[in-house]
């Protein structure tokens, strides 16, 4: 049932190119380019008469359909606004091709040309072609896996095709949109895992899928703690979430070694938060929005498909992926407001809320990093609702105890288009958190919830450069981006890992 997503980069004319719908950007201020131009011409003026009648301004996100009746060998045309051409970067790309592969698949195309006429001259062709391959996927991506019934429409595949006149640039394209479609198959993947329920997708489950990414590429190797083996190793915090449910946690350890010589001896470590259902526990939550709490476990799938892009494209580092898997439920044997548990680290907690459950993982996964003497670790985790408060859903929080790897991490932001907010990282935040009874209690005052919950994270991550994601607003789709994509998990986090990863 899952969609089947091809892109490819083809020297054509848009004119005899043969496609259910042939794609165009069109920018608001700039007159027509030759090739819209003949386009114009031989569907007699039918573009130029939507620009006249306003039905079309190109405003960025806009888009419509037109019919051919045959006067071209594509079926559609399906003109995409950039907006103002000042304004457009990379990101106005990524869009715009990702709004092409979705509206393609709602109209039932199976075959979709995208023709974006950006500058020649100053165009990296090769990063074009890797956003625009991600774009696609991301466009096109529908979770269907438990549709019994075909009957909303839609198309099971899709095989696009990015034209261009000039070999050059098509060979540009082809090696960007092969890194693309790497990365974008794996983010897909991790939409799918987030979006599948609970009932579905538990840590067990999740230490499957994992043994069986790790299974698909050279490179990788992956071992999972069970709840006996983490009792034996004192991990009281994952251990003490997971209490309360029948589904027990599992700690999933990915190691990734490249074949010739690493850039870094001291490995680096990407920690994900993986509550595979976030029901608050005994702290219950309200249950109004509650099924959304499937997706608690978005880091740990951004974790889990990073590794396989890295395997997959052979990056030259040493990376340990860590993933806190835990199912956070209300029972009999639950852990307690109250609680006092050791973590792996030592350290004592006083469990104040069993709801601020992610740090407690988080806190045995950053100890794992650090015993696994990684130098470098980065925790992404659907931590805090006050970080939605604060950012909204259009960015992650971005906190650290180090500049190089916030710089870093920034750059990679903008590279990846998954953007990051920096909030601050500081110890008026911590002494919020200090315990009376024990080391640490788990929540802290009534203000500044993400910064105090980062405060939290960051007591584990000790003498290792640390950063923390806090990714609960992106965690799935909000307005603007329903438009280009279908709502539930976007996978957030994989091109930003992945992109610092790259460039590192
Ligand atoms: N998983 C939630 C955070 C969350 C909220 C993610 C909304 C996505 C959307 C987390 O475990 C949680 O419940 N945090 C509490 C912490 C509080 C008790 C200090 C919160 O944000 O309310
Ligand atoms: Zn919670
Ligand atoms: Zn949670």
């Not at 997706?295 to 806190?324: F, H, R």
């Amino acid at each position: 049932m899952t969609m089947k997503i091809d892109v490819k980069a083809a020297k054509a004319d848009v004119l005899k190119f043969k496609a259910d719908c042939l794609a165009f950007g069109v920018y608001s201020d700039v007159k027509n380019s030759d090739i819209l131009e003949s386009l114009d011409k031989k569907l007699e003026g039918a573009i130029s008469r939507l620009k006249k009648l306003g039905d079309f301004k190109a405003k960025a996100g806009s888009s419509i359909f037109l019919y051919t009746h045959g006067k071209i060998a594509a079926e559609r045309i399906l003109l995409i606004g950039f907006g103002e051409k000042k304004t457009a970067t990379m990101d106005t790309f990524r869009k715009t091709a990702s709004k092409a592969a979705y509206e393609a698949i709602n109209v039932g195309a199976k075959t979709l040309a995208i023709c974006l006429h950006y500058d020649e001259q100053d165009s990296n062709f090769e990063k074009l072609g890797k956003v625009i391959a991600e774009a696609v996927h991301f466009g096109a991506y529908r979770y269907d896996e438990f549709l019994t019934s075909t009957e909303n429409g839609g198309s099971k595949s899709l095989s696009v095709t990015v034209i261009n006149d000039s070999q050059k640039n098509i060979v540009k394209l082809a090696a960007g949109i092969k890194i693309g479609q790497v990365i974008a198959k794996a983010q897909n993947y991790a939409r799918t895992l987030c979006n599948r329920p609970a009932n579905v997708l538990y840590p067990a489950q999740f230490a499957a899928e994992a043994k069986k990414i790790a299974a698909s590429v050279q490179g990788l190797r992956c071992t999972v703690i069970d709840e006996k083996q983490m009792a034996q190793k004192n991990m009281g915090g994952i251990l003490s979430v997971g209490k309360g449910s029948i589904n027990k946690p599992r700690m999933i350890i990915i190691k990734y070694t490249p074949k010739g010589k690493a850039k870094n001896s001291e490995p680096i470590a990407l920690v994900g938060k993986a509550i595979t259902f976030d029901s608050g526990g005994i702290s219950i939550k309200p249950s109004g929005d509650m099924h959304e709490m499937k997706y608690d476990m978005t880091g740990g799938a951004a974790v889990l498909m990073t590794m396989q892009i890295i395997a997959a494209l052979k990056l030259p580092l040493n990376v340990y992926g860590i993933i806190c898997a835990a199912e956070n439920r209300p029972d009999g044997g639950s852990f307690l407001p109250g609680d006092i548990i050791t973590t792996f680290s030592g350290k004592t907690i006083e469990v104040l809320n069993t709801d601020a459950e992610g740090r407690l993982v988080l806190s045995d996964g950053l100890e794992q990093a650090r015993q696994l003497k990684c130098k470098t670790a980065i925790d992404i985790a659907t931590l805090t609702g006050a970080c939605v408060v604060a950012l909204g859903k259009h960015k992650a929080g971005l906190f650290s105890n180090d500049e190089k790897l916030t710089e870093k991490l920034k750059a990679a932001a903008a590279d990846s288009s998954e953007p990051v907010w920096q909030l601050p990282y500081e110890q008026l935040y911590a002494d919020e958190i200090k315990g009376k009874i024990a080391d640490l209690k788990n929540i802290g005052g009534r203000w500044g919830g993400a910064c105090i919950g980062a405060a939290f994270v960051g007591e584990f991550a000790k003498d290792m450069a640390w950063a923390h994601l806090d990714i609960a607003g992106p965690m799935d789709a909000s307005d603007p981006m329903k438009s280009y994509t279908q709502a539930g998990s976007i996978g957030f986090g994989v091109r930003l890992l992945t992109s610092y990863l790259m460039n590192y």
